[in-house]
């Protein structure tokens, strides 16, 4: 299966489904975004790559509402990973600019409620979303508890 397929099915399989673990769904807004195909999912290089494509990028394309960026883990370390998002989210919030960038890399495993979250061992995952949609849906899960 390729990489891309790949992280559909754990989309569709464990971040948009309930998990009695977890105590809820992991994101309860995925399975809506990726039945009406507003996520967008490409490969790309490594961070050197994705900064050209997105040095360009000042606003999330209408039709879409998240997209994920994946390469292989051994292209960029943890610190780099952080340091670009940092850097962006840094940058489009200096500008005015409506977006940020989340990311998944294996070496900053992450758990909540005893559920591992991360994707796969050898695959990082960066994910540009509207900032102003994230914080209305942490505001709707915090309401909702």
């Known amino acids: 299966m390729s990489t891309k397929k790949t992280i559909i099915n754990w989309v569709n399989n464990f971040v948009a489904v309930f998990n009695p ?3 809820g769904i992991p ?4 399975a809506a975004a ?3 195909n507003r996520v967008s999912f490409k490969w790309t290089k ?15 394309p209408k039709d879409k509402d998240v997209l994920v960026y994946y390469m ?7 610190d780099e990973v952080y340091e ?7 940058w489009y919030q200096n500008n ?3 977006l940020f960038i989340l990311f998944d890399h294996p070496e900053r495993v992450e758990y909540i409620k005893g559920v ?6 050898d695959t990082i995952l960066i994910l540009i979303q509207r900032h102003s949609k994230l914080l209305k849906a942490r505001e709707q899960l915090h309401s909702e508890n």
Do not use: R
Request: hydrophobic share 40%.
């Open 116 to 121: 591992h979250m991360n994707f796969s061992k």
């Open 27 to 30: 994101c309860p807004f995925a």
């Open 72 to 78: 292989k883990v051994e292209m960029n370390s943890l």
């Open 46 to 60: 490594n961070l050197s790559s994705l900064k050209m494509t997105i040095n360009k990028l000042v606003d999330m």
């Open 21 to 23: 673990k977890f105590g």
């Open 96 to 98: 005015d600019i409506d």
């Open 84 to 90: 670009f998002t940092e850097n962006y989210n840094e």
């Open 34 to 36: 990726m039945k009406t």
